[in-house]
Nanobody
């Protein structure tokens, strides 16, 4: 059974930083692309950062480029999202997800991911 457990969310002032972690189990983690999505109230879920199975290819939404960094530690079965220079518009529930098939690249379509974490709230105050 595949499980993804996020941690690291919280309340931070604008300009601050947070690091989200997603611990995976039940799958050969290193073979799968991973994504961090977010969903704000009244908005659709969007991919903010993705990482290929090898770690050699990344995707960032325009709104977070230069501020967020996705990385993975396959030895720990964990993917991270380092978020710097946070803005109030980054406020959302953040989810990690693992791609459906192995050896792939990050996709912006949520349907291309088959397992999701429970989400962690990030709130940025102005």
């Amino acid at each position: 059974q595949v499980q993804l457990v996020e941690s690291g969310g919280g309340l931070v002032q604008a300009g601050g930083s947070l690091r989200l972690s997603c611990a995976a189990s039940g799958r050969t983690f290193s073979r799968y692309a991973m994504g961090w999505f977010r969903q704000a109230p009244g908005k659709e879920r969007e991919l903010v950062a993705g990482l290929s199975w090898s770690g050699g290819s990344t995707y960032y939404a325009d709104s977070v480029k230069g501020r967020f960094t996705i990385s993975r530690d396959n030895a720990k079965n964990t993917v991270y999202l380092q978020m710097n220079s946070l803005k109030p518009e980054d406020t959302a529930v953040y989810y990690c997800a693992t791609a459906r098939g192995p050896y792939g690249y990050p996709s912006s379509a949520s349907g291309d991911y088959d397992y999701w974490g429970q989400g962690t709230q990030v709130t940025v105050s102005s």
